[in-house]
């Protein structure tokens, strides 16, 4: 049986589900720097700048949250019985969520370094 199909949509899933956790522990880190600017200054207005960063921040984690639900779906849906599919198995649904998911993750990836980049110049520039 033929899964080269499945096992290279299984494998981008599983990198993918790598690539959120590494975010998502990246992300924290950028969240406790900010934290830690409120705590050291008391420049005024400066919690409303780091909350719009955090909203932001925020809406990036909730997007990799629904997509990490998503890839839990398609990895189900590449598998019986624990065994990847023979690819003659696999349908146009399946490939059309493949390729939707791989939309989102790309996009949810751009958000995470645009927010990531003016989050670290907002730090930068606070921590001066």
Do not use: P
């Not at 200054?41 to 719009?52: F, L």
């Not at 839990?72 to 019986?80: F, I, V």
């Not at 939707?100 to 921590?127: G, P, W």
């Amino acid at each position: 049986m033929a899964t080269t199909i499945a096992k290279h949509y299984s494998e981008e899933l599983v990198d993918w589900n790598d690539s959120i956790n590494f975010n998502n522990a990246e992300m924290e880190v950028i969240e406790q720097k900010l934290l830690d600017v409120i705590r050291r200054n008391s420049i005024i207005g400066i919690a409303e700048k780091v909350n719009a960063h955090q909203t932001r921040l925020n809406r990036v984690a909730d997007m990799f949250d629904e997509i990490r639900e998503e890839i839990q779906n398609q990895e189900a849906e590449l598998k019986t019985d624990g065994t990847l599919l023979d690819d003659s198995f696999i349908h146009y649904e399946t490939e059309k969520q493949q390729a939707e998911l791989r939309r989102k993750m790309q996009e949810a990836e751009k958000e995470y370094i645009d927010v990531k980049f003016d989050c670290f110049n907002f730090l930068s520039e606070t921590l001066k």
